[in-house]
Structure formats: structure tokens, C-alpha cells
């Protein structure tokens, strides 16, 4: 199956800084990819849908300003996390979407765990 | 709005029981509906549903779609004590690409 890969897997970073995450599809071209955000022991929540050479779709409640996307090439999408808070904590999971033959699926990332201190 | 509802939202078995866990789902524009499991890291993919009544297999486990009554069940039969994890029910919405996840259920087997 479809590759995707995320990094760092693990991070930890002091209140106030910006943090980057990548999301890649490996083996497949990615026009869109999605970015979730999973509190502990709950579900994933849809944060935003990002595409390819244009902005980003934010769902309700997503502040776009905190949580930058920028999916600048058809096999690479990133999460900055800026000026972060310990609230911002949280385990982040991108997606990316392949098309086969009329189908599409999503295809997740491992996740990066973001620690804000 | 959309919305998916997992139940229950936890469960401890003794392995070799069987369990059903439930996804019900309200959703304006329905494609799909998926279930996948979590455990440490990233869901990974267990089923895609799209036809009501048509069940589907793998292993121990087993699911089926009632896009009249809209829900999902998830079967697993002779559970094992590897069955432990969240299992996370999602619909696609259709010409959107994108997936409601349900609350989820946190299933454990124990030995």
C-alpha cells in the first residue's frame, strides 16, 4: 500500500516557539492531504484540509494563523505549530490522498507527538 | 451538522469472547464508511463500507453497513489479547474527500 511518512515523530518544544511538521507521501503524488489532531484517549479531529499549490481549508474552531499549512509540492505538506502552548500539546496526524482507478484513500502518516513545556 | 457516534466507548473481554462495536452516523452527504484500528500510532486500515448489507471479512473479523438505519457494527470473533486498541469508525463525505471520525472505542482483551 500507499507510504506516508511524518517528522519528527517526536518533539518537544518551549512555549512561545514554532514547531514544523512534514507530511510526505513516499511512493504516490498527493494533491491533497489532511492534518487531524488527537487529544489522549479520544478521536481524531479534522484540523485542515491542505492542497496542493493553494491555501488551505480550515475547519470550524481551527485558528488558520496558529496552525500554518503550506502543501507546496504534490508529495509534501506542513503543519507549523506557532508560537505554541502547552494546549497545543498533542499527538498530530497528516493523511494523504491516493487515486487509483476511480478510487481514492486516505493513507496515514505515524503521527508526531508534539510536547509544548 | 455531521456527526459519528461510536458505543460503546469502552470495553474490557476476556479473550475468546466476541464483540460487536457500534458506529452510527449522521452525515448530509454520505460516501463511505471505514473503520480502522489505533493503537500506539497512526489508524491503520481495517474496512471500507459502501453497500448496505454486504458483509465483509478478514480473519476474525467482520463488518457490515446499514445505510438505512445508518450504522455500522464491527464483529470480532475469538478475541485476543492483540485485539486490544481504540477502534475508530469514520465517514467519508462524499465530494470532499474528508472523514468524520467517531469518538471511538477502546477495546481490551484480557488474557
Known amino acids: 500500500g500507499a507510504v506516508v511518512s511524518q517528522h519528527p515523530s517526536r518533539v518537544i518544544c518551549k512555549s512561545g516557539t514554532s514547531v514544523k511538521i512534514e507530511c510526505r507521501s513516499l511512493d504516490f503524488q498527493a494533491t491533497t492531504m489532511f492534518w487531524y489532531r488527537q487529544f489522549p484517549k479520544k478521536s481524531l479531529m479534522l484540523m485542515a484540509t491542505s492542497n496542493e499549490g493553494s491555501k488551505a481549508t480550515y475547519e470550524q474552531g481551527v485558528e488558520k494563523d496558529k496552525f500554518l499549512i503550506n502543501h507546496a509540492s504534490l508529495t509534501l505538506s506542513t503543519l507549523t505549530v506557532t508560537s505554541a502552548h502547552p494546549e497545543d500539546s498533542s499527538f498530530y496526524i497528516c493523511?494523504?490522498?491516493?487515486?487509483?482507478?476511480?478510487?481514492?484513500?486516505?493513507?496515514f502518516g505515524p503521527g508526531t507527538r508534539l510536547t509544548v513545556t | 451538522e455531521d456527526k459519528v457516534v461510536q458505543s460503546p466507548l469502552s470495553l474490557v473481554v476476556h479473550e475468546g469472547d466476541t464483540v460487536t462495536l457500534n458506529c452510527s452516523y449522521e452525515v448530509t452527504n454520505f460516501r463511505s464508511l471505514l473503520w480502522y484500528k489505533q493503537e500506539k500510532k497512526a489508524p491503520t486500515f481495517l474496512f471500507m463500507l459502501?453497500?448496505?448489507?454486504i458483509e465483509k471479512k478478514s480473519g476474525r473479523l467482520s463488518s457490515i453497513l446499514d445505510k438505512k438505519e445508518l450504522f455500522s457494527i464491527l464483529n470480532i470473533t475469538a478475541t485476543q489479547t492483540g485485539d486490544s486498541a481504540i477502534y475508530l469508525c469514520a465517514v467519508e463525505v462524499s465530494g470532499t474527500y474528508k472523514y468524520i471520525f467517531g469518538t471511538g472505542t477502546r477495546l481490551k482483551v484480557l488474557a
Open positions: 493523511s494523504a490522498l491516493s487515486s487509483g482507478t476511480g478510487s481514492y484513500e486516505q493513507y
Open positions: 459502501t453497500s448496505s448489507g
